[in-house]
């Protein structure tokens, strides 16, 4: 029989790539998020190129109730669920001097809360078979307070966080529980920044590393291999030498922003 994947945010960017990447790998999907016209055009994209089943539903991450609703859709159509991958995501950078409470609101809303209301809704059903994968998608970001994206940053240490202890929680249950940490990838989310980001893939690389790290099973899947040892290196700083170094950064960001820049 073949196995099933769930994501959300499936309508673009790495959740779209790795739609497309299980389908090539012969997986079921059921494929989900806010906008049904790019999602329609995913499916037809991939029922077009790929002899698999593919089910969308419209599901906003942040609603309990949506997830009930895709809960018994899901069950409708397929009777296990092999792979839930919670990919849904969002970043709005801002600068603390331009504070924004409903910036922090809505990412924790989107990157934790919508992650543990899919946790919430599906754990029940790895339990009790005591088998599946259940995938989040973090970031390398998690590796220290970068500047102008606090709430983004510390969304992502609190999922991986998350995701440390339900790895070694639910291991005896023989359910896998993978934290997913990339670095740069060219989608819509980074397309708004401004500066050069070091070490871009593309978002068809990425999801394969992705979508090959879930199937042998990893704990943890960072990469690129030379920005995960890089923020490793960051991470490790002195607090005292990182901010001397995060400083001039921001100044010429800022300088630049202002048409400063030299
Ligand atoms: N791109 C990178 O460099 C990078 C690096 C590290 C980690 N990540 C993480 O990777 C994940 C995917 O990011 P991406 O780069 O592919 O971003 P993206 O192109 O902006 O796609 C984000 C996806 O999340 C969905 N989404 C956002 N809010 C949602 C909500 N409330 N309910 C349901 N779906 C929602 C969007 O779908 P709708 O708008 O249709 O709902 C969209 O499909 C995120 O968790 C992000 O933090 C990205």
């Known amino acids: 029989m073949k196995k099933v994947v769930f994501i959300t945010g499936a309508s673009q960017g790495l959740g779209k790539h790795c739609a497309i990447e299980f389908a090539n790998r012969g997986y079921d999907l059921f494929l989900t998020a806010r906008n049904y016209d790019a999602l329609k055009q995913v499916e037809t994209e991939i029922k077009n190129k790929y002899k698999v089943d593919c089910e969308i539903f419209l599901l906003d991450v942040t609603s309990l109730e949506n997830w009930r609703h895709a809960n018994d859709a899901f069950f409708h159509r397929y009777s296990n669920l092999d792979i839930l991958l919670l990919n849904a995501g969002i970043s709005n950078p801002v600068w603390f001097e331009n504070f924004d409470l409903n910036n922090f609101r809505d990412t924790y809303e989107t990157n934790i809360f919508g992650i543990l209301n899919g946790i919430d809704t599906f754990l029940s059903h790895f339990l009790q078979k005591q088998s599946g994968t259940i995938?989040?998608?973090?970031?390398?970001?998690?590796?220290r307070g970068f500047v102008g994206s606090s709430s983004y940053c510390?969304?992502?240490?609190?999922?991986?966080?998350?995701?440390e202890s339900a790895a070694i929680e639910l291991a005896d249950k023989n359910i896998k529980f993978i934290n997913i940490r990339p670095g740069f990838v060219r989608t819509n989310m980074t397309a708004k920044n401004q500066y050069k980001m070091p070490f871009l893939m593309s978002p068809a690389r990425a999801s394969k590393i992705m979508v090959d790290g879930i199937e042998k099973g990893k704990d943890i899947i960072s990469f690129p291999i030379i920005t995960n040892i890089l923020t490793k290196i960051i991470k490790h700083t002195p607090r005292f030498i990182y901010q001397k170094m995060i400083t001039r950064w921001k100044d010429n960001q800022q300088n630049s922003a202002n048409g400063n820049g030299r």
């Open 154 to 163: 510390s969304s992502k240490i609190a999922l991986s966080y998350i995701a």
């Open 135 to 143: 995938a989040v998608v973090s970031s390398l970001a998690d590796s």
